[in-house]
T-cell receptor, first 116, second 111 residues
Framework: GAGVSQSPSNKVTEKGKDVELRCDPI?????LYWYRQSLGQGLEFLIY????????KSGLPSDRFSAERTGGSVSTLTIQRTQQEDSAVYLC??????????????FGNGTRLTVT | QKEVEQNSGPLSVPEGAIASLNCTYS??????FFWYRQYSGKSPELIMS????GDKEDGRFTAQLNKASQYVSLLIRDSQPSDSATYLC???????????FGSGTKLNVKP
């Protein structure tokens, strides 16, 4: 079956521009996560969606970052007025559920964002 | 912020040896633990999950969990050069909502 799909795979933008990153989770997965990974670093949690519940935005680094998830499926991460420090790989992951111990994350291939 | 600690490495082992990767976590209420493998330039892929104290074996991989010591490890037997990657430890919090990742241990398996 299809895995987590992210687009674009690469994005180069100029400082100050807005960007939108898209994630299409595995069908039927109710939980969706966004992470950021800077070069040589670990995964930094950004935001989490579960079904129709209010998202957990506690990891968003500034108010320039926002995300939405329409119809409980596709999610868009928007970064406004991009800065060079936003350059990273943005990873989306989905999970079948969140209630239960054995419910791992399935990652997409990521979007590599470069802000020049 | 809940902490998940890993030695960044690199850990170098010869082909055929056992590689031992370690991870400690700060939240005593954590319930589920995962090991992901990440090749350079690729996204993480799940290797194993464990949630009960003790050992869990899957082929050449064994995950070990000790909740009292807040310690989880991954053993790779008969290491192969194709095992060379960064291994990420992930911990699911006691509300099963967030996954916290360590910064990863880079493993080099030398032919």
């Amino acid at each position: 079956g299809a895995g987590v799909s992210q687009s674009p795979s690469n994005k180069v933008t100029e400082k100050g521009k807005d960007v939108e990153l898209r994630c299409d989770p595995i069908s039927g997965h109710t939980a969706l996560y966004w992470y950021r990974q800077s070069l040589g670093q670990g995964l930094e949690f950004l935001i989490y969606f579960q079904g129709n519940s209010a998202p957990d935005k506690s990891g968003l680094p500034s108010d320039r970052f926002s995300a939405e998830r329409t119809g409980g499926s596709v999610s868009t991460l928007t970064i406004q007025r991009t800065q060079q420090e936003d350059s990273a790989v943005y990873l989306c992951a989905s999970s079948p559920r969140t209630a239960g111990p054995d419910s791992p994350l399935h990652f997409g291939n990521g979007t590599r964002l470069t802000v020049t | 912020q809940k902490e998940v600690e890993q030695n960044s490495g690199p850990l170098s082992v010869p082909e055929g040896a056992i590689a031992s990767l370690n991870c400690t976590y700060s939240d005593r209420g954590s319930q589920s633990f995962f090991w992901y493998r990440q090749y350079s330039g690729k996204s993480p892929e799940l290797i194993m999950s464990i949630y009960s104290n003790g050992d869990k074996e899957d082929g050449r991989f064994t995950a070990q969990l000790n909740k009292a010591s807040q310690y989880v490890s991954l053993l790779i037997r008969d290491s192969q050069p194709s095992d060379s990657a960064t291994y990420l430890c992930a911990v699911n919090d006691n509300n099963f909502n967030k996954f916290y990742f360590g910064s990863g241990t880079k493993l080099n398996v030398k032919p």
